[in-house]
Every structure is written in C-alpha cells, then in structure tokens.
C-alpha cells in the first residue's frame, strides 16, 4: 500500500484517471497535461476564436510573474538590502 503523497501526471484518459486512482487511491495527486487540455478545448472553438483562446491559455499556464529585485526587502543601515520579515 502507498503512504506518501504522490504527483500523478496524465493525459486525461478516463481510464487512466480510475486506475490512478484505484491503485494509489488517496495518495495521488492527479493534475492533467495542460497541453492536453488546450488541444481538447481548442477543437471545440470556431477558427475566429482559436488564436484568442490559445493566447489567453499561454498567459494563464505561463510562469509566475515574480515581483522586481528588492521588493521583498527593505534598506539596511550599509546600503545592502535585507529581507522583510
């Protein structure tokens, strides 16, 4: 039996998500391709729509966006920056 938690990448195929979850059960962590989920939802889209969706998608799968060098810090008394806390 599986104890630990696990991350469990699949393709969406329902056979796969039951036997996931079957084998492991509650230790695993399902998360589905994103790329499988574009191409799934890109063919339900009219063409006119397909470029839009496909940007809207990038910028929501897309990296964080991490906030400038030294605003999570704050000046220290030598010039250098030390972290807030």
């Known amino acids: 039996m599986i104890t630990e938690r696990m991350l469990c ?12 979850q079957h084998v492991p ?3 695993a962590a399902i998360q589905r391709r994103q790329i499988h989920k574009a191409r799934n939802l ?4 009219p063409k006119v729509r397909q470029a839009h969706v496909r940007a809207t998608l ?3 799968y897309g990296p964080p966006v991490r906030a ?11 010039g250098s920056r030390a972290p807030v806390t």
């Open 9 to 20: 990448v699949i393709d969406g195929g329902k056979g796969l998500r039951k036997a996931v």
């Open 25 to 27: 059960g509650t230790a």
């Open 42 to 45: 890109q063919a339900l889209l």
């Open 58 to 60: 990038r910028r929501a």
């Open 68 to 78: 400038p060098h030294g605003a999570n810090s704050r000046p220290s008394g030598d």
